[in-house]
């Protein structure tokens, strides 16, 4: 029997009573995704899946998405393979791909290899974020939209070494306005959506106001009440909702941390309206 077991009173859970090598049956499917709904990042432990199997599951949930920057574009699974991450863009609290016309609904992350220490990953609850503001900035957030950019990442990448063309990236993502408070599709909660990684204004502020409005409201969502912390093992995988979470990957490792991940979209009767 499936069950699970929360990690923090706001976020997080693992999950016992599944085998992710065996097929799913539907109502096993359906009581994953109201766990996964629920406690917004589901881990199982001890899953020595492959990548076929890793995807399979994945496809329960959702439709294949493909990352902006994978190396291999034919392969389904995304490999994060590195010993010197500081710098590379996921030690910031994020959400995924926030540039992107229509950004992945989940993700799906399984430990293959880990340093001898550090390497953990933390993530944080933004409804939760939304829900402790004030009444009236609560209020304002409601009103307002942010501009979500690439830039600020590539030129990181770019001066960690990666040999991305700026401008043509820039042409092919150029910046977007989203709501400041998303409106979650399957759960009707409002969640705040800016992040440090890709938010780079306020539309409608003053310079003067988005200096003050915007760090904080990034700062606001680094909150430990807001956040779990994962120590993991290989075989653990790691199951979260892009849309009411935002994640930071810890870079105190200079060993081989190796992982694989599946992004996926939402299915139609899922996705935003």
Not at 180 to 205: C, D, I, P, W, Y
Request: glycine letters at 6%; charged letters at 25%; aromatic letters at 8%.
């Amino acid at each position: 029997m499936i069950e699970f077991h929360p990690v923090t009173k706001h976020i997080g859970a693992e999950v016992t009573g599944v085998d992710l090598r065996k097929p799913l049956s539907p109502e096993e499917v359906a009581t994953l995704r109201g766990g996964w709904l629920k406690h917004l990042v589901l881990f199982f432990r001890d899953q020595n899946i492959d990548d076929e199997q890793h995807l399979q599951f994945a496809l329960n949930f959702g439709t294949l998405n493909h990352p902006a920057f994978k190396k291999n574009a034919d392969s389904p699974i995304h490999v994060l393979d590195q010993t010197s991450p500081k710098g590379e863009g996921g030690d910031e609290w994020h959400s995924d791909n926030t540039f992107e016309p229509t950004p992945p609904m989940g993700s799906l992350l399984r430990c293959v290899q880990l340093p001898g220490v550090g390497g953990d990953t933390c993530w944080a609850n933004t409804y939760l974020a939304y829900e402790t503001l004030s009444p009236p900035l609560q209020r304002l957030c409601d009103e307002l939209t942010a501009v979500h950019d690439i830039t600020m990442s590539m030129k990181k990448a770019i001066s960690k070494g990666h040999p991305f063309d700026l401008a043509e990236i820039q042409a092919k993502w150029p910046p977007i306005e989203r709501p400041v408070v998303r409106v979650h599709a399957e759960t009707g909660r409002k969640a705040l959506f800016v992040n440090r990684a890709s938010t780079t204004r306020l539309v409608g502020l003053s310079d003067r106001e988005n200096e003050a409005l915007l760090p904080f409201l990034i700062d606001h969502i680094r909150s430990p009440e807001f956040q779990l912390r994962l120590r993991w093992r290989p075989g653990t995988l790691a199951f979260w909702d892009n849309r009411p979470t935002q994640h930071y990957a810890v870079a105190d490792y200079t060993e081989r941390r190796r992982m694989h991940r599946v992004t996926i979209n939402a299915f139609p009767e899922h996705a935003d309206a």
